[in-house]
């Protein structure tokens, strides 16, 4: 089992989740709307992309609409848009097929360009090399089950859960060993910004806009 002492790379597969249905965006892809002349997912992938070895994308339908990001792309392994859960599953199977030196995976939304650039060092010492474990991010009281730490050892736990019909990430997450990783509000200019703010409506991806144009510091 991977200690803290090894490095992060070796041991975590990032899995970016893009399967939502977008439904107060009007539909489509968030992820592809541009902020400050890029996709959001271009900064999710700047931001996830140095804290590990390797990333996949988690997204539904035509998947060639991502083929520019040069990206592994998967689709959920169960039908009917489960909820975050099924991308987890998907990047669990991905990891445990192609990725043998992987122990966990991270998870981070595709709606959500400023979460931090310690994510994965303090989810994985959340955990306490305590494995199999599940590490969740939590900011300003409030749990974040889309960031998570997730062991590839419960994927097949996981498979049985949401074909039983578990769809909340907390009732799942509950039936195993669940630690959380605090994280400090970020300072925007005269501001503070959760750093686990994400793109709901088209207020928000103008926000995201005014704070992009800001220097975040924590």
């Known amino acids: 089992m991977p200690g803290n002492s090894q490095p992060i790379q070796e041991h975590i597969l990032g899995v970016l989740l893009a399967g939502g249905q977008s439904r107060r965006m009007g539909g489509g892809d968030k992820c592809l709307l541009e902020l400050a002349g890029k996709p959001l997912l271009a ?28 990206l592994p792309t998967v689709p959920d392994p169960v039908e009917g848009f489960a909820g975050p859960l099924a991308g987890v599953l998907a990047g ?13 995976i991270v998870t981070a939304a595709t709606d959500t360009p400023f979460f931090p650039n310690d994510l994965v060092a303090k989810l994985l010492d959340a955990t306490k090399d305590q494995y199999p474990a599940i590490a969740l991010a939590q900011s300003n009281g409030r749990v974040h089950p889309v960031f998570g730490l997730w062991p590839v050892a419960l994927a097949d736990n996981l498979h049985e ?6 769809r909340k990430v907390l009732h799942w997450t509950g039936r195993h060993t669940t630690t959380t990783a605090e994280f400090q509000l970020a300072q925007t200019g005269a501001a503070t910004l959760d750093p686990f703010f994400n793109v709901n409506s088209p207020d928000d991806l103008a926000h995201a806009e005014a704070v992009s144009a800001e220097t975040i510091t924590t």
């Open 43 to 70: 900064h999710v992938i700047e931001r996830l992309k140095p804290q590990t070895g390797t990333l996949v994308l988690n997204a539904n339908g035509d998947l060639n609409r991502f083929a520019g990001f040069g």
């Open 92 to 104: 669990l199977i991905w990891a445990r097929e192609n990725a043998p030196e992987a122990r966990w």
């Open 161 to 166: 859960a949401l074909t039983s019909g578990t």
